[in-house]
């Protein structure tokens, strides 16, 4: 049986050195610099489990991260197919799928406001304290920097009611702010890898995935398996269900066990093992 194994980067395989600080220390490498400054780390054992996991089923990064930000990863392997900007595009051999992102623009135009009216909700709260700079990803979401500390209950719950009214929807993460509209997706986009996937070998593949935060549920929902990070967003939420696994550890050690589970699974050939 083909496998295809969905895994979020951010917190999920790859870790900032913040975020990292929060498990244990393990060999890793840098494989990603901004500016002259450390952004993200991934671990010695991760980087080699994921060039197995190449060999054995269908691995594909499904990140938030908009396809520029993915682009300057420095990963072990590039696979065939990369789900970015939240399911808002997919790269097929580093190149977008223009089927798929036909199908967004539609999916969008139906049920949300273009993004033109989202940066101007956000022009009425440019003199709030708690924003700190607005920008695109890959023209389908925003991303704003928060000061976390200025941003109320109140003042969250009032943003979020602007976006909703727009058929978006604001995510708060920490130093960020995630602004989707409802109809981007991860567990959309993973789905149309796997038709693809299924048009190529013949056979549907089952789905492995594993994510930190509430943009990475619906994917997981959509799972045979799943897998989350100690310490993670979804963990602090409580977030569960029958076929999901938390990791006994948080930070790097924590994509050692994903990748080390995925493995596991894809050496059986069965999302079941
Ligand atoms: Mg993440």
């Known amino acids: 049986m083909t496998l295809l194994v ?3 980067l951010d ?14 220390d393990r060999p890793h490498r840098v494989v990603e610099v901004l500016d002259g400054r450390v952004i993200s780390l991934m671990s010695d054992e991760t980087e080699s489990g994921l060039l197995e996991l190449d060999r054995l089923a269908v691995f594909v990064p499904t990140t938030t991260r908009a396809r520029r930000q993915y682009e300057r990863l420095d990963l072990p392997t590039r696979p065939r197919y990369a789900v970015v900007a939240s399911g808002g595009g997919i790269l097929v051999d580093g190149e977008p799928d223009l089927d ?8 969008l135009h139906d049920v949300s406001s273009p993004v033109a009216a989202l940066r101007e909700v956000f022009d009425g709260y440019r003199d709030r304290e708690w924003l700190l700079r607005i920008r695109d990803a890959d023209d389908v979401f925003l991303v704003a920097a928060v ?11 009032h943003v979020a009611s ?11 993460q920490g130093r960020k702010l995630y602004v989707l509209p409802h109809a ?7 789905a149309h890898v796997a038709a693809r996937v299924e048009q190529d070998t013949g056979v549907t593949p089952g789905l492995l995935a594993a994510g930190d935060t509430l943009l990475d549920w619906p994917m997981l929902c959509a799972a045979e398996r799943g897998w989350v990070p100690a310490g993670s967003e979804l963990a602090r939420l409580g977030r569960s269900a029958p076929h999901l696994t938390r990791t006994a550890q948080a930070g790097l050690a924590a994509a050692e066990e994903i990748v080390a589970a995925w493995l596991e699974h894809a050496a059986v050939g069965t999302p079941d093992a």
Request: glycine share 8%; net charge negative; charged share 25%.
């Open 100 to 107: 798929w992102a036909d199908s967004v623009a539609s999916r």
């Open 184 to 190: 981007l997706d991860k567990a959309a986009a993973v």
């Open 147 to 157: 000061d976390a500390d200025r941003l109320s209950a109140d003042e969250l719950a």
């Open 162 to 172: 602007a976006c909703d009214g727009h058929g978006w929807r604001a995510l708060h």
């Open 6 to 8: 969905a895994g979020d």
């Open 11 to 24: 917190q999920t395989l790859i870790f900032s050195p913040t975020a990292a600080a929060r498990g244990p």
